[in-house]
């Protein structure tokens, strides 16, 4: 699989259209017979490896028999006649239910590239949050309803994540009601579906660099949730301001898009939001959207960021950032524009998620 050195290398060498297509919502996956997420899909642990790259060790087993929690297990999930792979972050070894992150890597990237791009799983499991980042096929996701050549099964990602989330509270006690997801361009996409479609089996999504597909692969939210959309204002690969007719791609159709606004503004409509409030901060402006019978905002002092995040939808549009993740020590590929540092994608998102609830 490409390391990000591999895609700065590709970005460099790819016209400006294929390089602009490499990070953008794509359509579903590609079929299989249909288990569902109520199947029993089978799973398999294969080794512990280093905090710094994917598990290399040697052993085997089911991911229930390991004698003791590793750093980083990487697992195998059959669902939809498909081995399915992740990686998996532990947090110290307790007997209480954990919360659970599904973190959805870009498109032509990896778990692995997300996990070194973001550092989520050092800030989320010393939080003692279980951390997944599952492997899309083909370095992709289905984050649009439309089926095509290359992705014919609209839903195959949906109920394979289903199918993960599912695996993972049964083997390694990830507690139902504490369920997030969260992801990068194509990967933030791929969240928001799974925030779109299934807000019963989340309890909050955070997008970065990510937007609703649009048009004949509209991505509709159907239920209230916290939600979180992280944007650079200076995005060259998928504009702020969404891409209703996206230029061909000769790998794979881009998926148009609503703009980032728009994005947030849908699942604001589906939780029954009053009026946005738009503040700037230091760095990037926030408009949060407060959820039908949420608390009253406390504007006491003693209200912190975590708090703030309950029941709310929130758009954050980041001063000179690109697609990038903000607060990366990471460089981007050329053309991806400038890693803000005003602002701390990993924390803030995770400050939300684990302050939104349900």
Request: hydrophobic share 40%.
């Amino acid at each position: 699989m490409p390391s990000s050195r591999d895609l700065a290398s590709r970005a460099r060498r790819w016209p400006a259209a294929l390089a602009l297509a490499l990070l953008l919502p794509l359509a579903g996956c590609a079929t299989g017979a249909d288990s569902g997420p109520g199947g029993d899909p089978s799973a398999t642990g294969t080794g512990s490896a280093t905090a710094t790259g994917p598990g290399t060790g040697p052993g085997g087993g089911t991911a229930t028999g390991t004698a003791a929690p590793a750093p980083e297990v990487r697992g195998q999930l059959r669902a939809d006649d498909r081995t399915r792979r992740y990686l998996l972050h532990r947090p110290a070894a307790t007997d209480d239910p954990k919360p659970l992150l599904v973190a959805f890597h870009g498109r032509g990237a990896d778990a692995a590239e997300l996990r070194e791009k973001s550092r989520l799983e050092r800030a989320a499991t010393a939080r003692g949050m279980l951390v997944a980042f599952p492997e899309g096929l083909d370095h992709g996701w289905g984050a649009g309803t439309r089926a095509t050549k290359q992705r014919p099964d609209p839903g195959l990602d949906v109920r394979f994540t289903e199918a993960l989330i599912k695996h993972l509270v049964r083997t390694e006690h990830a507690d139902p009601e504490r369920v997030y997801a969260t992801g990068f361009s194509n990967g933030g996409s791929m969240a928001l579906r799974m925030a779109a479609e299934r807000p019963d089996l989340l309890a909050g999504a955070v997008s970065v660099s990510g937007q609703l597909p649009a048009g004949d692969a509209a991505v509709k939210p159907t239920g209230p949730l916290p939600v979180m959309v992280v944007y650079g204002a200076d995005d060259p690969v998928r504009p702020l301001a969404g891409w209703p007719s996206p230029p061909p791609d000769p790998e794979e159709p881009i998926l148009p898009s609503l703009s980032a606004r728009d994005t947030a503004a849908a699942f604001a409509a589906a939780g029954g939001a009053g009026k946005p409030v738009a503040r700037e901060e230091k760095g990037y402006d926030r408009t949060v959207w407060r959820l039908k019978d949420a608390a009253p905002e406390d504007s006491t002092a003693a209200a912190t960021e975590a708090a703030a995040g309950a029941a709310t939808v929130q758009l954050l549009v980041v001063h000179d950032a690109g697609h990038t993740w903000p607060g990366s020590t990471v460089p981007p590929p050329d053309g991806f524009g400038p890693v803000s540092k005003a602002l701390d994608a990993t924390g803030t998102l995770l400050d939300f998620l684990t302050g939104s609830g349900r």
